[in-house]
Structure formats: structure tokens, C-alpha cells
């Protein structure tokens, strides 16, 4: 089903009405509110999405009775006065579903006469939806203004102080509240003073009169007039109007603070990877909010139309790669503001605090790699990979007795490879558009070009570098993508001898007649991401390994003997796993794919689930010891203000545990069986291959004119255009794609990234398949 919108309309101004508790008084607050607007000449409306109990105390209906001519609808009525959860047990409401009326109905009423709407929910905050989780979450993704009905009664401080916090929690703004007065227990007064410092007003109203105990006709006639003339006089106090107009101010404030914010963003802001010549307001996408895999995005259009100012757009870039649990995850956040307010941040080197240490212990449980025995703390990727290198070049030097001081110390990789922006990892990396004008880079090392995987007209090939195919052979077309990680077999096969022949004899010669010295092998396993979604052939990726681990002498110049070597063998194996690691290609690991444990390993992006920055460098015991001596300059000294930020940690370890959780629990079988009923899974260590992209997408994108190739797995799929000028970082191939991306279709656009000739997307680990299916629609059409 296509996503909702975040609601925000110029003509309407649409209100969601929170209860602290059941039985606060909210569909008498919002009598009082459509009584006032309706007092005003303008038209009120009220909508109840679900509504429990006997048809004549609907909520709907008081309002129909007595509301000055309200327009009023109930989405979803159940006649059993108890929880919607329980009341709908017979019914199939989705949330999706549900979503879906309540926005059509606020856009409907945009269309017609109606200056103003409440949409009430039922009990608390925390009172469960139909299918049962809880409205604050059920009604995050309209993300309406909030009135908060709080509760005047004994412990009601604490249970609207608590609603309060629930909502923020949840990324709501709470604009306005209610309560009604209560001279004994006076939280009005109390919580006036609590708000009015969150600069958010709060009016409280006088109690309604008290219901009679029996309601014969004589009764609730007199019931009822009581009531017309309670609604007749409050809703004409100064303090509801003066909201009323303080709510109208809001609405047009938030619409001309999103209008003005590109204009205001291209004065201000320096962005990232971005060439600032040319570009303009108008190619800035600002983002209201987030939720799932969506941004709402507003439309940046003065008109007076009245369609919604947001729209859903797909975060096809799944935010730089840190997506991995949806946006404003509420578990996430939960987490985050436990440790935030348990510790906040607190001093690390030769301390210890329990989610770090929680952290360590699980991660190298989900890494389940027997070197790995120490976990070191630091902020994102780059740096993370700066620790890697200093580790690893530290530990070459030691067993080969280099001084690196004197000596040039090289790395060995991948072309394409790219380890992040600061200035020692760019090092790491051969020249290309991302470095070569940074006036301290040198590239010190040699990268090693490769086999691509690809689909091509609907058929699996791994393609070969003509200028390779000498010594590596031909293309090679295979039947599924489980073949292609079948590396049990294919380490037997003819293409892995010629692959470790000419791995050696390329090293042998850059030793011993070019004289390099090597102090790592990098690797990002499986996917190049930078460098432009570049599929290496794993079977070129292990065999590199295995010439490295299993040929120590290849680095031993002049015949020098080494140090004894316990646990890693020729050079330190390095993987960058800060884009493929923790379930971004379906696995825990992406090392799995290769069969290999590496001596050193890179974490994060999806390290805490797409809400914070933190990454961790993994060593073995050997690599740690290397460090150790009597001499404080042999420690490994590297370190942030930030290092194993608690809210950071505590994030990690839940984010951990969800996507475990999910590994495990069927949350993926659909796609695994979509990705498996074509083909038998490989060996055991192989097997498990798979994408939440579907496999008949990419059998069609790859068989389309614009498509030079494909490919998909896990949550990552890579489209390659076809480009006469021979593709690359600074190709312009795909920027049509993204443009019609962009414009979408009627229910939402993509936001998404290319690099060069390449688009590429991505989802979280928890994208819907109808959300997914949807998105597969709107590549479909894009690329006719």
C-alpha cells in the first residue's frame, strides 16, 4: 500500500486531540474548540477514527448534538464498550488502512469549506489501536499538532506530565492544553507553570456540569440544556479564543518556516559532497520529519492549493547508509533518552559504564569471529578505519622490524575501495574524483582491479576487466546468485588457481623488483560502496586473502626473518564492514560471504539502527598485545571526547538485538523464499543469499534499453545506466533516473543518491513488502 502523508494543509488547520487518561473530558474540549470556531464564522469539523461503546455515547454523535453545526464522521465504530484492540478483533483493520481514511478525510474536508478539524483518539496515549499498539505510534507517520487533554484529577500531574513526555518522545509538538479546573486538587495551577516553561499554553476550563444519576426523559432533557449553555459560555472565554487564534498563527508559521528554509539553507550551509556551482534553493530537499522509511518532504509551492504541504518520500539512500531500523524508531529513542538521562556523556579512557560494556560483549558474540577479542570505541566509519590502519600498520612493522619512519609502508586493496574523507584512510584509497585535489593525499599502496558481479538481460555473469582476461580468463555466466557464493566449489575450479596465480605473482613483483613494502590488505567485503556499488567477484576477494595468509615470505624483503605469527599470517586482514556489516546484505556479517574471519574489522552505520553515530574497530588478542609495553608512546593513542558515548552504546545493543531478533523469527522468509524458489541454496557456508529487491525486478530493470546491469542483495540494489562516455564517478547516466525518482507519482517521490553512471537503493532491515512493492512500481514506470 502506498504511504501516507504527514498532514499540514494551508486551508485547514488539523488538530489531533490526545487524552493523559481515559475519561479526561477530550470530546468535550473539542466541543468547546468547534463551538468557538464555528462562533467565528468559519466551519469546524470533527473526526473520531475509532470509536467504542453504545452508537448514542459516541463521540461523534455529543459532537453532532452539540457542536453548532459541526461536520462530524466516524471512521470505524464498534458497539462493545471496551478496548479497540479487543473491539476489532472481528474486524481486518490495517493501520495502513486507517492512515489512509484519516488522511483522505482531512484532504477532502481541505478541499471543501472546512477551516478547521480535530481528529480525536480514544483513552490515553498509550491506549492501544485496533491491531494493538499504541495510538502515540499507530499516528506518528500524519504527525498532526497535538491538544493534549490533561488530567485534572488525583495523579494527574503525573499522568499528563507523562503524556507530555510520550508524545515529545515520539517526535509530536504539543501546540496547546486542556484541562478542566479543580479547585481541590488545582493541577491546573501546577501544570500551567510546568508548560508555560515549554512555552506551551495552557488553558484550563471550568468542569462541566455533573451527569444526573438516572437519566429519565425529565433528567436528560435538563442534562442537555445544562450542556448548551456550558458549551454556549465557555466557548465565547477570551483564553479559548485567543488560542484558537494562537493555533491559526502556528499553522502559517510552520508553513512559511519550511518555505523559506531552502532559500535559507543555500545562504547558510556548506553541504557535503556537493559542487555548489550552479545549484540553487530549489534543489535543496527540506525534510519535516521522518518515519519508517519515509521523509516528509514539503512541496516548496506558494500556491493556495488544498492538497497536503508534505509528501512521503522514499529514503532511497536509506540515509547515507545508516538506516536500519526506520526512522523515528520509538523503541530507538526510548533507549537513546534512558541512557541520556542515566548518564548523558561520561568520561571513558580507564572507565567503564554498563553499555559499553554490553556493547563489547554482543558485538563480538554477532561477529562470531574466533580472533576477534577487543573492541575499541570511536565516532563513524572514517575514523573507525583510521584505528584499523593504525593497528594494522603498527603490528606489519613489528613482525617485519620496519621502520616507519624511514620507510614508505603501503597497503594492499581494491580499486574502487574508499575508506572515508579524513586525511590517513584516504591514503588507503587509489586516486579518483574523491581525493586527488586534497593537497596532503599520496595514496600509498597498490589496488588491485577485479571481476564484477552483475545481471545483465536477465542472466547472472561474472564480467572479467579486458585487460585481465589474459590471466584471469573470460566471462563467466552463472545460473543464481547462490552459485556465485558457492565458493566450497569454486575454490576448486580453474578461474581461483588463475585468480591466486596472478594475485601472487602481481605482489611478488611490486616486492621484490619495485621494492614496496605492504603493512595490510583492506578490503570491503562483497560491495564497494563509494567507489561506485561495485559487486566483486567474492571469489577474487577470498583468493586474495588466502594468497596473503598463506605466503608470508611474499612480504619478508631480504630474506629478513619475521616474528613468530600465532594468530594472523602475511599481512593483518582488514575488513571495512561500515557499509556491508550488521545485516546490510541480509547477514550479520558480510565476511560470511567469503568464508574468511578477518584480523580486524570496521563497524557502523547500521551499528545503531540509523539514529546515532558510533563505530568500533574489533582486533584479536595478538594485535592488542603489539600495542603493549612499559613506554606510553606504544599505546595505541587515538581516541574522541566522545569515545563509547552511552547513548550511543545503549542504542547498539538494542539495535543489535532487534535485528538478531529478526534474522531469526521469519521477519525475512518471504524474501528468502522469493530469492530461493529458482535455485537450491548453495553449501551451508554460502547459502542464505538474498534480497529484499525482488528477483523478477531485477530480471526486468536489467532487460531495459537505459540498463547496462543490476544487481541486488540484501537491502541494497544497484542500477547501472548506460553510458557512451564509459560510466564513472563523474558520469551524468544517471541523473534522468533520479530526476523522475524525484517527481515520483500521485502517493510519493524517492529521494535517492547516484554515483556516476550508478543509482543505488536502499531500504531499512524493517521495510514492509507492500512498501517495497510500491517502490518496484515507480522504478518499473521510471525506467519504460
Request: aromatic residues 8%.
Amino acid at each position: 500500500m502506498a504511504p501516507v502523508g504527514a498532514g499540514l494543509w494551508r486551508t485547514l488547520r488539523a488538530q489531533q486531540v490526545y487524552g493523559a487518561n481515559t475519561d479526561v473530558g477530550k470530546t468535550i474540549v473539542s466541543t468547546v474548540l468547534c463551538n468557538a470556531i464555528q462562533k467565528q464564522k468559519q466551519r469546524a469539523a470533527f473526526l473520531k477514527p475509532v470509536s467504542t461503546g453504545a452508537l448514542d455515547d459516541a463521540d461523534d454523535r455529543h459532537l453532532k448534538r452539540y457542536g453548532a453545526g459541526t461536520l462530524t464522521k466516524c471512521l470505524y465504530q464498534f458497539d462493545e464498550p471496551v478496548s479497540p484492540h479487543i473491539a476489532a478483533k472481528q474486524k481486518n483493520i490495517s493501520d495502513d488502512d486507517l492512515l489512509a481514511s484519516i488522511h483522505k478525510t482531512l484532504s477532502d474536508w481541505a478541499r471543501s469549506d472546512v477551516d478547521f478539524a480535530l481528529v480525536e483518539t480514544a483513552g490515553g496515549v498509550h491506549s492501544p489501536g485496533p491491531n494493538g499498539n499504541s495510538q502515540a505510534d499507530l499516528y506518528r507517520p500524519l504527525r498532526l499538532p497535538i491538544v493534549l487533554v490533561a488530567d485534572s484529577r488525583l495523579g494527574g500531574i503525573s499522568s499528563s506530565v507523562s503524556a507530555y513526555e510520550s508524545l515529545l518522545l515520539r517526535g509530536y509538538d504539543i501546540q496547546s492544553v486542556l484541562l478542566f479546573r479543580d479547585e481541590y486538587y488545582q493541577n491546573h495551577e501546577y501544570l500551567r507553570d510546568f508548560f508555560r516553561n515549554k512555552s506551551i499554553p495552557l488553558v484550563s476550563l471550568p468542569a462541566p456540569p455533573a451527569k444526573p444519576l438516572q437519566l429519565d426523559a425529565d433528567s436528560q432533557l435538563r442534562d442537555e440544556e445544562a450542556m448548551s449553555s456550558y458549551y454556549q459560555k465557555v466557548s465565547q472565554e477570551s483564553e479559548i479564543l485567543r488560542l484558537l487564534e494562537e493555533m491559526s498563527v502556528k499553522n502559517t508559521e510552520r508553513i512559511e518556516r519550511l518555505d523559506e528554509m531552502a532559500d535559507r539553507a543555500h545562504d547558510l550551509i556548506w553541504y557535503p559532497f556537493t559542487q555548489h556551482q550552479g545549484m540553487s534553493a530549489k534543489d535543496i530537499t527540506v525534510i519535516d520529519s521522518a518515519h519508517d522509511d519515509y521523509f516528509q518532504t514539503f512541496k516548496s509551492s506558494s500556491s493556495t492549493k488544498p492538497d497536503s504541504e508534505l509528501r512521503p518520500t522514499f529514503d532511497g539512500s536509506a540515509s547515507w547508509w545508516t538506516q536500519g531500523l526506520g526512522h523515528g524508531n520509538p523503541d530507538l529513542s526510548l533507549s537513546a533518552a534512558y541512557a541520556a538521562g542515566r548518564y548523558g556523556h561520561v568520561m571513558f579512557a580507564g572507565a567503564v559504564h554498563e553499555p559499553a560494556l554490553s556493547l563489547a560483549d554482543r558485538l563480538l558474540k554477532t561477529l562470531d569471529n574466533p580472533r576477534f577479542t577487543k573492541v575499541f570505541y570511536t565516532d563513524n566509519g572514517s575514523t573507525g578505519m583510521e584505528v584499523a590502519v593504525k593497528m594494522g600498520l603498527r603490528v606489519a612493522c613489528d613482525r617485519y622490524g620496519w621502520d616507519a619512519s624511514q620507510e614508505k609502508i603501503n597497503i594492499l586493496g581494491l580499486k574502487g575501495s574508499y575508506h572515508g574523507d579524513t586525511i590517513g584512510v584516504m591514503d588507503c584509497s587509489e586516486p579518483s574524483t574523491y581525493n586527488k585535489k586534497v593537497e596532503w593525499y599520496r595514496g600509498r599502496g597498490h589496488w588491485f582491479d577485479f571481476p564484477l558481479v552483475k545481471m545483465v538481460n536477465g542472466t547472472w555473469k561474472i564480467e572479467v576487466p579486458e585487460e585481465l582476461r589474459a590471466d584471469l580468463g573470460p566471462d563467466v555466466e552463472v545460473d543464481s546468485l547462490n552459485s556465485v557464493f558457492d565458493l566450497d566449489q569454486r575454490l576448486q575450479s580453474d578461474a581461483a588457481q588463475r585468480y591466486k596465480e596472478y594475485i601472487r605473482r602481481t605482489i611478488e613483483d611490486l616486492v621484490q623488483k619495485q621494492g614496496m613494502k605492504f603493512g595490510a590488505l583492506i578490503l570491503e567485503p562483497v560491495i564497494l560502496g563509494a567507489g561506485g556499488m561495485l559487486f566483486c567477484d567474492p571469489l577474487f576477494q577470498r583468493c586474495l586473502t588466502d594468497v596473503v595468509r598463506d605466503n608470508p615470505e611474499l612480504f619478508s624483503a631480504q630474506n629478513n626473518t619475521p616474528k613468530s605469527a600465532p594468530s594472523w599470517s602475511g599481512l593483518p586482514v582488514i575488513f571495512d564492514e561500515v557499509f556491508t556489516g550488521l545485516y546490510r546484505l541480509g547477514r550479520p556479517t558480510s565476511a560470511s560471504f567469503l568464508d574468511v574471519h578477518p584480523d580486524i574489522a570496521v563497524n557502523a552505520k547500521l551499528l545503531t539502527g540509523g539514529l546515532i553515530p558510533l563505530c568500533t574497530t574489533v582486533a584479536s588478542q595478538e594485535i592488542f598485545d603489539t600495542f603493549s609495553s612499559p613506554e606510553k608512546s606504544d599505546a595505541l593513542l587515538h581516541g574522541h571526547s566522545y569515545t563509547a558515548h552511552a547513548v550511543g552504546c545503549t542504542v547498539a545493543v538494542d539495535s543489535l538485538k532487534t535485528m538478531s531478533d529478526m534474522d531469526v523469527n521469519g521477519s525475512w522468509d518471504g524474501f528468502r523464499a522469493d530469492w530461493n524458489a529458482t535455485s537450491a541454496p548453495a553449501k551451508e557456508s554460502s547459502a542464505d543469499v538474498w534480497s529484499v529487491w525482488s528477483q523478477g525486478l531485477l530480471k526486468d530493470l536489467s532487460c531495459t534499453d537505459a540498463v547496462e546491469s543490476v544487481f541486488a542483495i540484501g537491502t541494497v540494489l544497484s542500477i547501472s545506466l548506460r553510458d557512451a562516455q564509459g560510466g564513472g564517478y563523474t558520469s551524468t547516466a544517471a541523473k534522468g533516473l533520479q530526476q523522475k525518482l524525484a517527481v515520483g507519482g500521485d502517493q510519493f517521490n524517492v529521494h535517492s543518491r547516484v554515483l556516476g553512471n550508478v543509482l543505488y537503493l536502499m531500504s531499512s532491515v524493517t521495510s514492509k513488502p507492500d512498501s517495497l512493492k510500491e517502490m518496484e512500481k515507480l522504478l518499473r514506470t521510471s525506467l519504460q
